[in-house]
């Protein structure tokens, strides 16, 4: 299941034990990549939080061993250890008796760095997340909006240059709206920085949408599947899985699965005016692309422009049922081509 090599975290066969015997984290492995997303998700009570922070030394391990960069970190001391890695709260946390820009400097300040460095660097990360330096660094948090405070939030976590940032449920106190646009800005952030990230959120949506890798965690800290988005919407391990994801876990499997010259039937002549998607689109936006496409059919196109092939409505069913699995027997799923909810047989039929 976990093949990572050289990984920027690592758990092995960690546990944690309260004193009155329950166990919130039972005996989990898992690594991350240098520069990848780590989501945890999960219901309540499923150990996420306490996993992650176990990574930072917010919680002790009961036994077994977390490894940052390589380093043992369970003996190692805690406040060094923090000051080390980037933390973003759903409660972002800022000092109300700090301007914004003292805010995003504080760990920066707490390592020793001159006074012109940091406010150098807080006017860096302020720009980074969308905030004018101009305009906000003399502001107090009261002043801020949500949205805006999350950013101040995430620009102090990553202030210091933080080999690893940690994140529990950082966008889940902000509007839709405020959580689309913030979640875009993270993955803007995370492609330019490419710090090495666990999130914990309980949205399979949000999981899907901002990780490399999805940890999906049961009640009593056990790890269910840790594994690609595209593997888990598409190949749930257990019913358990399947059930978190959702009955619409294929329309989400379209989001993240992007065609490739495989996918595509060979190049065969086609009218002029055919609508045109490139290699790497979405399964998600062919299919909107068929849909309105007159003639049922779309040509896939190169970064050239050259023809590779064309595809149909049946070609997008073909191509889900070959990075599929059928969801447990009876449960209902939705038709991701006709958004309809169907029984397993129909779908199986659809996908066929």
Known sequence: MDTIENPMIRLEHVQKEYADGTVAVNDLSLSVAE????????????????????INRLADTTRGEVYVDDKDVTHADPVQLRRSIGYVIQQVGLFP??????????????????????????????????????????RYPHQLSGGQSQRVGVARALASRP??????????????????????????????LGITTVIVTHDIDEAVRLGDRIAVMSEG?????????????????????AEFVGSDRLLKLMSVTDIDDAMVPDAAPHDADLP?????????????????????????????????GTLTLDDVRKILASEREAGPPGRPEVDPVSGQTAGADAQGGAGA
């Open 221 to 241: 800290g056990n790890l269910e599947q840790y594994d690609t988005p595209a593997t888990i919407l598409g190949r749930p391990a257990n019913d358990f899985v």
């Open 163 to 192: 080999p690893v940032l940690l994140m529990d449920e950082p966008f889940g106190a902000v509007d839709p709206i405020a959580r689309d646009r913030l979640q875009e800005e993270f993955l803007n952030v995370q492609r330019e």
């Open 35 to 54: 520069g990848d997303v780590c989501v945890l998700v999960g219901p309540s009570g499923c150990g996420k939080t306490t996993t992650m922070r176990l």
């Open 97 to 138: 008796h700090q301007s914004v820009r003292k805010n995003v400097g504080t760990v920066c300040r707490l390592l020793g760095w001159d006074k012109a460095e940091i406010d150098k660097r807080a006017d860096e990360m302020l720009h980074l997340v969308g905030l004018d330096p101009d305009v906000y660094g003399d």
């Open 276 to 308: 045109e998607v490139r290699i790497e689109t979405s399964l998600r936006d062919v299919s909107l692309a068929l849909l309105a496409s007159p003639q049922g059919r779309v040509a896939v196109v190169d970064g050239s422009g050259a023809l590779v």
